[in-house]
């Protein structure tokens, strides 16, 4: 799983190239300058369990253990404040010193808010991957939402999601955690949400509120079952 936070090929050639004039012009007048230390501030996380008929799980950044109360399935995480920077984050059975996963290291900026989630991979071992969260306000009136599939036992078949009462197809084909269809979509509030897998349809109501920022993620027990589950960003 690719990092959240990354430089584009082309800037990171171009920063490159800042980077390699500078160090001529360095060398050219003679004198040694010490590197400039990386900004370091706040960062914000918070962690959720999704693996179904686990125990419940400890939270680890760098190695050093955060939150103060372990998460069951289907529950999430007070936001956390973490140094900004690399961070990698890990999950083990509650009162236990093994771990469950370990996830890559993720560069959070200074004041960026995200979300660390303990899943069921669909080869069997556990897994884990961070997105960073939008907590900026939608438009007045309206709510924001986006859509994760965390469903291990779906397999290739795709989730898709509508609005109840709309015409057309909010996603029309959401796979197991598909992060490149990650986006936010304003909904006007109490929407409720029409979700299918081949011939499994659920209907849920998340409670959307107005002014508020939701994150709704996907699971179930088979393949031919749905369960949806909301959590709240601001």
Known sequence: MKPSFLLSSKAGKVFMVVCLSIIVLVASCGKKYDPVPEP??????????????????????NGA???IEAVAYGEVSDYLTITSGSNAFSFYNTGTTTVNTTTQA??????????????QSQSGPK??????????APA??????????????????PISVS?????????PSLMYIDLERLAYFSVE???KFKITMNSTTIEFDPGIVAGKNYTIWI??????????HAILQN
């Not at 897994?127 to 900026?136: Q, V």
């Not at 007045?140 to 078949?157: D, H, W």
């Open 219 to 228: 699971d179930g027990s088979s393949a031919t079952t749905l369960t949806a």
């Open 189 to 191: 509030p109490a929407a």
């Open 40 to 61: 370091v501030g706040d960062a914000k996380v918070r962690y959720v369990n999704t693996v179904l008929n686990s125990d419940p799980q400890d939270f680890y950044v």
């Open 140 to 157: 007045a009136g309206k709510a924001k939402v986006r859509f994760i599939n965390v469903n291990s036992f779906a397999g290739s078949n």
């Open 106 to 119: 993720y560069n959070f900026p200074i004041g960026i808010s995200g979300t660390v989630f303990y899943v």
């Open 163 to 171: 609005v109840v009462g709309e015409t057309g197809v909010l996603i």
């Open 127 to 136: 897994g884990a991957f961070a997105i960073g969260d939008d907590m900026s």
């Open 65 to 67: 253990k955060k939150g």
